[in-house]
Nanobody, 126 residues
Framework: QVQLVESGGGLVQAGGSLSLSCAAS????????MGWFRQAPGKEREFVGA????????FYTDPVKGRFTISRDNAKSTMYLQMNSLRPEDTAVYYC???????????????????WGQGTQVTVSS
């Protein structure tokens, strides 16, 4: 299986930007669709967005549309999450994961993902 490591989290003021990375080990990274999720204190893990194996399509949850951008570089086995116009409600631990189970265009289904990284903390101050 693929192993994932997130990085790039930190503290930023509202309106600022952060870029997260998700580095994968294993030669099959380019075969899989990938996703980003986040979990705020006391809340369930929620879908942020996803990208297809080729990078040709991306999907986002409504609260981040127009502010977040997912990309990937298969040659570097790395996925990225560019976050702009950050809000305090974006504060959470951000996780990347591999989409192992096909679910059509239902990319938000948490149980179709695996190989979760350890997460990286993003804190947005008001």
């Amino acid at each position: 299986q693929v192993q994932l490591v997130e990085s790039g989290g930190g503290l930023v003021q509202a309106g600022g930007s952060l870029s997260l990375s998700c580095a994968a080990s294993g030669r099959t990274f380019s075969s899989y669709d990938m996703g980003w999720f986040r979990q705020a204190p006391g809340k369930e893990r929620e879908f942020v967005g996803a990208i297809t194996w080729s990078g040709s399509s991306t999907f986002y949850t409504d609260p981040v549309k127009g502010r977040f951008t997912i990309s990937r570089d298969n040659a570097k086995s790395t996925m990225y999450l560019q976050m702009n116009s950050l809000r305090p409600e974006d504060t959470a631990v951000y996780y990347c994961a591999v989409k192992y189970t096909y679910s059509g265009r239902n990319y938000h289904l948490l149980n179709t993902y695996g190989s979760w990284g350890q997460g990286t903390q993003v804190t947005v101050s008001s």
